[in-house]
């Protein structure tokens, strides 16, 4: 079983120095542990994010080429358990050490996570995708957010998406009742209006011949 207990930043652009803890001392080996961080906007909760998934993906890449360094630009402190055995992971000066020794001789006999998932909701995620150019890829490491390059989101994919499952679930009427409970939860009426409207440069067919027309009734649109 994983467990992520500690991570300390130092001299981190952001945080500057700061210890972050995931567990509670008295709850620390409780099983199924899941940890919550909650905070406004602008203060960093994607950033502690993002250092983890850094630290374990160099570490993972290191496993395959530990001749291959890979600098942060702050020093930090992990502290880690899995299948029983803690693990204090010391990043300084360039300098990695794992339970006090140095890494190219311990990191082998690591355990690592078997897998490390990235599930993002939001269109304005950081998260690395698993494979960049110019870096090796964790086979570990699993994005599963709304990305499709580093710095590109195209929208159709998941607008699509959505609402072909909204219209599958009022067809099929088999998850009607989850879909109002949320729709009352959200203080919203129990309707979905699905309105179709043609592009700029969108063109229908009608009698053989092609014409611009973005006030299309439901039924010329069906037609």
């Known amino acids: 079983m994983f467990k992520l207990f500690e991570i300390e930043f130092i001299n981190h652009p952001f945080f500057a120095s700061a210890k972050i803890e995931f567990t ?15 905070g406004p906007n602008g203060t960093g909760k994607s950033k502690i994010l993002l250092a983890i998934i850094a630290i374990f993906n160099s570490l993972e890449l290191q496993t395959k080429n530990s001749s291959k360094k890979y600098s942060f630009g702050y020093n930090y402190k992990l502290k880690f358990c899995n299948k029983g055995t803690i693990y204090n992971i010391d990043y300084s000066n360039s300098n990695l050490l794992i339970n006090g020794e140095d890494y190219r001789n311990s990191l082998y006999s690591v355990n690592l996570p078997s897998k490390l998932l990235i599930s993002a909701f939001s269109f304005n995620d950081k998260f690395p995708l698993r494979e960049q150019r110019g870096k090796v890829s964790n086979e570990n490491y699993y994005y599963l957010g709304l990305k499709s390059t580093n710095n590109a989101i195209f929208l159709g994919t998941p607008t699509k998406n959505a609402i072909s499952n909204l219209y599958e679930a009022v067809i099929s009427r088999k998850d009607v009742k989850p879909l109002r409970e949320a729709f ?30 973005r006030n299309l009734s439901p039924r010329q649109f069906e037609s």
């Open 24 to 38: 509670d001392k008295e709850e620390g080996w409780a099983p199924n542990y899941t940890t919550l961080i909650i």
């Open 184 to 213: 009352t939860t959200l203080e919203l009426k129990p309707e979905l209006t699905l309105v179709y409207k043609p592009g700029k440069y969108y063109k229908f067919l009608q009698n053989n011949e092609f014409f611009e027309n």
